[in-house]
T-cell receptor
């Protein structure tokens, strides 16, 4: 089955700790994305990567970091600098970048709780 | 970025058609109109997209106004599995918004048996 996997589904961390969320895709997609969703809200773009070894800040990148060393993997690190890290994190991918690459495929999400 | 306006919630009965409206009065000539939906505790799912002409696929139809300032997602026969949050999104074709999806709060669709 082709798709996007995110692990773990639920993650609990103590305040002050960095945590890395996994995102893997076997769709052979060039572009990958990280979004954050807070209760009752829409998704907000954290980081995106148009191609391997390249990534760009989205609308709310502060307190987050990413890497894109492999085409199929786009891990997100939530650092201790992120003031409100508790949220639902969603990873997505698309064939390419731009309006012609119209469909983003989303993973099942990771629900992070920081106490 | 051009914004969209959707009703907070709508209700429908099973087996009936549903028309979900979206206003986007500041749409630019090269913005695509995308619709995604999200079931509880899941990632969003692509539904349909269009530029100027009406579009149909196996999930839904998209009707776009002639002036492109509004559009309507049509579910022809609602099922209980269609209960979700529906997002109308403009995908930019230029400038800083190029390629990005900007999600609003969407419309919560409730389907009654």
């Amino acid at each position: 089955d082709g798709g996007i996997t995110q692990s773990p589904k639920y993650l609990f961390r103590k305040e002050g700790q960095n945590v890395t969320l996994s995102c893997e895709q076997n769709l052979n997609h060039d572009a990958m994305y990280w979004y954050r969703q807070d209760p009752g809200q829409g998704l907000r773009l954290i980081y995106y990567s148009q191609i391997v070894n390249d990534f760009q800040k989205g609308d709310i990148a502060e307190g987050y970091s990413v890497s894109r060393e492999k085409k199929e993997s786009f891990p997100l690190t939530v650092t201790s600098a992120q003031k409100n890290p508790t949220a639902f994190y969603l990873c997505a991918s698309s064939i390419g970048w731009g309006p012609s690459s119209y469909e983003q495929y989303f993973g099942p999400g990771t629900r992070l709780t920081v106490t | 970025d051009a914004k969209t306006t959707q009703p907070n919630s709508m209700e429908s009965n099973e087996e009936e058609p549903v028309h979900l409206p979206c206003n986007h009065s500041t749409i630019s000539g090269t913005d695509y109109i995308h619709w995604y939906r999200q079931l509880p505790s899941q990632g969003p799912e692509y539904v349909i997209h269009g530029l100027t002409s009406n579009v149909n696929n196996r999930m839904a139809s998209l009707a776009i106004a002639e002036d492109r300032k509004s559009s309507t997602l049509i579910l022809h026969r609602a099922t209980l599995r269609d209960a979700a949050v529906y997002y109308c999104i403009l995908r930019g074709a230029g400038g800083t918004s190029y390629g990005k999806l900007t999600f609003g709060q969407g419309t919560i669709l409730t389907v009654h048996p």
